[in-house]
């Protein structure tokens, strides 16, 4: 292994056996609770509460610490209208058949159209980008690695910070979605991975049942 500039692992937490398997017990309890929402109440969401999920993202293991990614939290009503507006007219082609048969079939049993009132009525969305190269202070460019990864593992880490403070999200990805980038005024090394919708559920927020079923342990897992 070469020589590099290290510091001790002091934060680790060690647990007993009998404890470890509760908290994994907890966890997976707690985390069967999260759920996509379509129906978002409009109540007051801290900016100090999104700002500690996504330095939590940012903790995310990524390649080679390049750490490729940006997030943009809209709260501004103006551009929640415009992100609104561009998303529904992209899915609007979608669901008059440019998803084509199979994919729409697909998504019957969960009642989504193309009409996306919580883009506006939620309190926060967050446009999440992945940069496939960084400027550097000469103003050279370095490449970045394992970007997909590294962003969907940040993610992952967003939206499960997010539930484990007490809101509600749901990943939306309209295509193309070009449109984010320009509303965010990113810069072109920089490309929209996924909008997160957040906030509180609306007192008749529903789930569909179809997304209650979920694929048993011997169906996910094999162990060597």
């Avoid at 990524?62 to 103006?78: D, E, K, L, T, Y």
């Amino acid at each position: 292994m070469q020589k590099h500039d290290a510091l001790p692992l002091n934060d680790f937490i060690e647990y007993p056996a009998a404890e470890m398997l509760k908290r994994s017990e907890q966890f997976y309890a707690d985390i069967k609770r999260r759920h996509s929402v379509r129906k978002f109440s409009d109540r007051h969401v801290s900016q100090a509460i999104i700002e500690n999920c996504i330095k939590a993202a940012g903790t995310a293991p990524n390649g080679a610490n390049q750490q490729p990614w940006h997030f943009v939290a809209i709260h501004s009503q103006q551009v929640k209208t415009q992100v609104r507006e561009q998303a529904e007219a992209l899915e609007r082609g979608f669901y008059q058949g440019r998803g084509g048969d199979e994919w729409l079939d697909a998504l019957k049993p969960l009642g989504t159209d193309s009409n996306k009132p919580y883009l506006e009525h939620a309190p926060w969305l967050i446009a999440i980008f992945s940069q496939k190269n960084t400027e550097q202070q000469d103003g050279n460019k370095q490449s970045n690695y394992y970007v997909h990864e590294s962003v969907g593992i940040a993610t992952g880490f967003l939206i499960n910070a997010l539930h484990h403070s007490g809101l509600v999200t749901l990943t939306h990805t309209p295509k193309p979605m070009s449109f984010l980038s320009k509303i965010c005024n990113r810069p072109d090394n920089e490309r929209p991975y996924m909008l997160l919708i957040v906030g509180y559920p609306a007192n008749d927020a529903t789930v569909p049942q179809h997304a209650i079923n979920k694929k048993p342990l011997n169906q996910i897992v094999s162990f060597l």
